[in-house]
């Protein structure tokens, strides 16, 4: 596909941007931004991290199809999603007994961070 050909798609494309930031001149003569820097960055985590939450309410089917391999749970099951966690993982000591597993949700911490 040619460059000019891109172009085209990409004009014919309703393309929605995720977020607005202008650049603003103040009466002294600065320059800012339009929004807080703060809040953008809360912002842009927190689209990160809404589809965790939302994933972890999404409903179990397993136990409604097989319900007769599921008849001591009577709670309904929802789908183990990704937790970010609240302090910085620590790997187990290897030496230590009984050995524990790694926080299978470190990938998250540090793509947080």
Request: charged share 35%.
């Amino acid at each position: 596909m040619s460059e000019d050909q891109q172009h085209q798609l990409i004009k014919k494309r309703a393309l929605e941007s995720l977020f607005y930031v202008d650049l603003v001149k103040t009466k002294e003569d600065d320059f800012g931004f339009s929004i807080n820097p703060e809040k953008f960055v809360k912002m842009v985590k927190g689209l990160f991290e809404k589809p965790f939450e939302d994933l972890a309410k999404v409903p179990d089917l397993e136990p409604k199809i097989l319900s007769d391999l599921y008849k001591a749970i009577k709670n309904e099951a929802f789908i183990k999603a990704p937790i970010k966690p609240t302090q910085e993982p620590i790997d187990p000591d290897p030496s230590v007994l009984p050995r524990k597993l790694p926080d299978e949700n470190k990938w998250i911490w540090f793509l947080i961070q």
